[in-house]
């Protein structure tokens, strides 16, 4: 088992930034990929990005080059820093954990609770 809480999510002004985390216990950290996903009211779930155990990064195309995600595997944590944010860009953002690197929610067997981004215009 795992166990994800997120943190840092709030309000911001379009054009600025925020970085979240995600504190993991459990299991060992390292052994997983690590995702960040967000839901948008009436929107399904979709991909932002995620890191290998490797250190292989992915995003999706509406984040890439605003969005960096960053893990500290001694500190069991997975941060996301958002530059440049949008008011599209609001939504609960959540953090996973799972065994293969893809870009849908069911690769991902543990969830955090998810903490709210809202980007005001």
């Known amino acids: 088992q795992v166990q994800l809480v997120e943190s840092g999510g709030g309000l911001v002004q379009a054009g600025g930034s925020l970085r979240l985390s995600c504190a993991a216990s459990?299991?060992?950290?390292?052994?997983?990929?690590m995702g960040w996903f967000r839901q948008a009211p009436g929107k399904e779930r979709e991909f932002v990005a995620a890191v290998s155990r490797s250190g292989i990064r992915t995003y999706a195309d509406s984040v890439k080059g605003r969005f960096t995600i960053s893990s500290d595997n001694a500190k069991n944590t997975v941060y996301l820093q958002m530059n440049s944010l949008k008011p599209e860009d609001t939504a609960v953002y959540s953090c996973?954990?799972?065994?293969?690197?893809?870009?849908?929610?069911?690769?991902?067997?543990?969830w955090g609770q998810g903490t709210q981004v809202t980007v005001s215009s």
């Open positions: 996973a954990a799972g065994s293969i690197m893809m870009r849908i929610p069911g690769a991902y067997n543990y």
């Open positions: 459990g299991r060992t950290f390292s052994n997983y990929v």
